[in-house]
C-alpha cells in the first residue's frame, strides 16, 4: 500500500468514527446496526487497500 493511500484511509477513518458529525448520525439513524455497518465499511475499503499491495 502507497503512503498517500495509508494517509487517505487514516483521514476516512478519522472523519467517520472522530468527527462532530458522528453525534448527529446517531441522532437521525436510530436503527442500532448503523455503527457496524460504518465498521463493516471501512474494513472492507482497507482490505481493498491491502488487496492492491504486492508483497517482494
Not at 487514516?10 to 448527529?24: D, Q, T
Not at 455497518?37 to 504486492?54: E, H, P, Q
Request: aromatic share 14%; no cysteine.
Amino acid at each position: 500500500m502507497s503512503p498517500s493511500i495509508g494517509l487517505l484511509l487514516v483521514v476516512v477513518g478519522v472523519l467517520l468514527f472522530l468527527s462532530p458529525i458522528v453525534p448527529w448520525v446517531a441522532t437521525v439513524a436510530p436503527a442500532w446496526w448503523w455503527p457496524f455497518v460504518a465498521w463493516a465499511a471501512f474494513i472492507v475499503l482497507i482490505a481493498v487497500a491491502m488487496s492492491s499491495r504486492r508483497d517482494p
